[in-house]
């Protein structure tokens, strides 16, 4: 059974903290995400990446940054938190190839909470 | 403006009704669209996928793409206490779009 694993399903860190959040997935993928999930706003993207040391912005990377020294892992990470971080963080993977990329696998997520 | 505006519910029907969801979208480049279920503290999971208008069924779920009118609509038919989920709708322009545009979510809730 395919999975992503996020290390933590919840997360209270303090305004100022640098938080490190860790996705692993067992599939080979190439491509993997982070997302950030608000009520009313759906999910945006923060990083992707489609290789090993490869990293692309999304669409609101101000704040953070991810590494991706292995295929498996995918981190990322809040250089200070602030309260308006304050989110739930989904992981993804995808293929390449006959697996497009619109076919995300998630992890169930990390809720933090910036205090 | 967001790219993808959903309806945001949330719905409640009584089991064995026909769910309807909608969403549209703004960029008339979008080709591919899908729809994600969410169940209840788990992430997103692909249960629909199609490509350009018209229509796919699967079982008791059928998509619909209205791309002259950028209309996306997922219904649920003889729906079930374990559709209670929020459902995602997401666009991308081509197949190898890393960057998919995500509606908001419909939360639904099927009472037996």
């Known amino acids: 059974d395919v999975k992503v694993t996020q290390s933590s399903r919840y997360l209270v860190k303090r305004t100022g903290e640098k938080v490190f959040l860790e996705c692993v997935q067992d599939m080979d993928h190439e491509n993997m995400f982070w997302y950030r999930q608000d009520p009313g706003l759906g999910l945006r993207l923060i990083y992707f990446s489609y290789d090993v040391k490869m990293k692309e912005k999304g669409d609101i990377p101000e704040g953070y940054s991810v590494s991706r020294e292995k295929k498996e892992r995918f981190s990322l990470i809040l250089e200070s938190a602030s309260t308006n971080q304050t989110s739930m963080y989904l992981c993804?993977?995808?293929?390449?190839?006959?697996?497009?990329?619109?076919?995300?696998?998630f992890g169930s997520g990390t809720q933090l909470s910036v205090l | 403006q967001k790219e993808v505006e959903q309806d945001p519910g949330p719905l409640s029907v009584p089991e064995g009704a026909i769910v309807s969801l909608n969403c549209t979208y703004s960029n008339s480049a979008f080709q591919y669209f899908m729809w994600y279920r969410q169940y209840s503290r788990k992430g997103p999971e692909l249960l629909m996928y199609t490509y350009s208008s018209g229509n796919k069924e699967d079982g008791r779920f059928t998509a619909q793409v209205d791309k002259s009118s950028k209309y996306i609509s997922l219904f649920i038919r003889d729906s079930q206490p374990s559709d209670s989920a929020t459902y995602l709708c997401a666009t991308a322009v081509g197949r190898n779009d890393y960057k998919l545009s995500f509606g908001a979510g419909t939360t639904v809730t099927v009472r037996a």
């Open positions: 993804a993977s995808s293929g390449q190839g006959e697996v497009t990329n619109e076919k995300l696998f």
